[in-house]
């Protein structure tokens, strides 16, 4: 069974920041492509970064050099460093896996809240 468990959420001022983590099972993790969404209330989900098998990464243009995307394939654990956050930043975050083979397809785990506030 594919889990994916996210922790690192909470409460920070702006400016401040948070890492975010992700330990998934059921699933050869280094061979997946992760990414970090969010959502915001009355917000649709968006990708925030996405790192690939090969460790490629990509980000939404509102978190480029803020935010830092990371995999430690040994550990079977997704990362988010989140520097200079600003208020909205505000959202559920998610960590998604896209697994190739056996299983194909997305996995979602079940979210972190960062709240962002003075």
């Known amino acids: 069974e594919v889990q994916l468990v996210e922790s690192g959420g909470g409460l920070v001022q702006p400016g401040g920041s948070l890492r975010l983590s992700c330990v998934a099972s059921?699933?050869?993790?280094?061979?997946?492509?992760m990414a970090w969404l969010r959502q915001a209330p009355g917000k649709e989900r968006e990708r925030v970064a996405a790192?690939?098998?090969?460790?490629?990464?990509l980000y939404a243009d509102s978190v480029k050099g803020r935010f830092t995307i990371s995999r430690d394939n040994a550990g079977n654990t997704l990362y988010l460093q989140m520097n200079s956050l600003k208020p909205e930043d505000s959202a559920v975050y998610y960590c998604?896996?896209?697994?190739?083979?056996?299983?194909?397809?997305?996995?979602w785990g079940q979210g972190t809240q960062v709240t962002v506030s003075p």
């Open positions: 998604n896996a896209y697994i190739r083979g056996v299983g194909k397809g997305h996995y």
């Open positions: 790192i690939g098998d090969g460790d490629s990464t």
């Open positions: 059921g699933f050869t993790f280094g061979s997946a492509d």
